[in-house]
């Protein structure tokens, strides 16, 4: 029997599509995702689907970019050369981290452009997390230790999403993850085993950055409206609250190693279950963040509108290049032919 991705192949180009009828194009795409076969841009795939992944993709590269402003706040403050060259890098592979998934949206027919039109006037959202402040250079290490450590959590799976680009461009951004998380790690732990006032300013800022980094899974399973649909379409893999509770399970003794405590008096570990149990979540504060109401939503917008606008010449001048040496390559090819035919 031919296997799913055989049929794709056999599929008609568009111009033969009156060969079959919606409804097999339908089911190819269904048995491709129900044997764990990579959907690609060429490929037949319903609306919603596509729709879904632009809207997921679009926010996580919303996010990477937006995500460079509360550490990059620390670059010029950073107490050493190494650990200035380590956040600029650090800084410097969120913006790739932007460049790899705004591609992987473009495979999907939405432009970067359009892309970041809805983002500067708040049609697309970014994560959460970004819209909190970075009070002391400690945060640059609880950011690396919790908040890349989610994003690990949460985007291992993503390697395995059904769409191939965007699964591809997680392979890339989660080896880098590794590395921002580890930095954080070791940052942290450097205060934490630093003087008492160092010590103090590392458990600060894991006090501030535990419950935020907690609500960038999303909201509870039973009131994420994309979550079902996402995990039949083999987009997500696992639910918001799984991830969470994974998370919390590395952390817990990651925090003990680290020396710090984390700010939830009722984290315990549970036999029955095998994990640990923590306290509830404020998720009023995670609901008035999103429409906009977080400490520093305002600001983060109000920058990257201006770093796009300031940018502009920059992408006119690239423009202009690109296009006087596509220009001069067709004048070239139309010489050379007008050459070969005198
Ligand atoms: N923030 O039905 P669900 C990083 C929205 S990258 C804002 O559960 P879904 C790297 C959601 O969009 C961090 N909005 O949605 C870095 C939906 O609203 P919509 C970003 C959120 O999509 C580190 C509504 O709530 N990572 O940190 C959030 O199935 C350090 C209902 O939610 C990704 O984007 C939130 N936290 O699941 C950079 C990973 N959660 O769109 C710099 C990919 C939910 O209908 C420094 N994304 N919403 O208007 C995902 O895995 C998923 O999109 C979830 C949400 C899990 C975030």
Redesign the pocket.
């Known amino acids: 029997m031919a296997t799913a991705a055989a049929q794709r192949t056999a599929r008609p180009q568009a111009d033969g599509a009156a060969a079959r009828e919606p409804a097999d194009y339908q089911r190819v795409f269904d048995a491709a995702v129900a044997a764990d076969e990579r959907i690609e841009p060429r490929d037949w795939m319903p609306d919603a689907y596509r729709a879904?992944l632009v809207?997921?993709?679009a926010?996580?590269a919303h996010?990477?970019i937006i995500?460079?402003q509360?550490?990059a706040n620390w670059i010029t403050r950073a107490p050493s050369l190494r650990r200035k060259a380590i956040l600029m890098a650090?800084v410097q592979d969120?913006a790739g981290?932007g460049l790899y998934l705004y591609s992987a949206a473009e495979t999907l027919g939405t432009g970067r452009d359009e892309l970041l039109d809805k983002l500067h006037s708040g049609r697309?959202?970014?994560?959460?997390?970004?819209n909190y402040p970075t009070l002391t250079w400690a945060d640059v290490g609880a950011?690396?230790w919790l908040?890349?450590g989610?994003?690990i959590t949460?985007?291992v799976p993503?390697c395995r999403c059904s769409y191939g680009p965007y699964a591809r461009a997680m392979v890339r951004i989660c080896k880098e993850?590794s590395f921002?998380q580890r930095q954080g790690y070791e940052l942290l732990l450097a205060l934490s085993k630093g003087t008492p006032e160092q010590h103090a300013m590392a458990q600060d800022a894991v006090d501030r950055w535990w419950w935020p980094s907690l609500?960038?899974?999303?909201?509870p399973d039973d009131?994420?409206?994309?979550?079902a649909q996402?995990m039949a379409w083999k987009i997500?893999r696992h639910s918001?609250d799984e991830?969470r509770q994974r998370f919390v399970d590395i952390c817990v003794p990651q925090a003990e190693s680290l020396g710090l405590t984390l700010p939830d008096p009722d984290l315990t570990w549970n036999e029955e279950r095998g994990h640990y149990d923590f306290g509830p979540i404020d998720w009023s504060e995670?609901w008035d963040?999103?429409k906009g109401n977080g400490p520093c939503n305002e600001q983060r917008l109000t920058q990257r509108k201006r770093a796009h606008d300031e940018g502009a010449w920059v992408r006119e001048a690239a423009a202009a290049y690109a296009a006087k040496h596509t220009g001069g390559a067709e004048a070239a090819a139309h010489e050379t032919t007008g050459a070969e035919r005198a």
């Open positions: 879904t809207r997921q993709i926010q996580h996010s990477e995500g460079m509360p550490e650090k969120e981290h697309q959202k970014y994560s959460s997390i970004f950011i690396g908040v890349d989610a994003a949460n985007q993503l993850e921002h609500m960038m899974f999303g909201p009131e994420s409206q994309h979550s996402s997500k918001n991830l995670f963040v999103l």
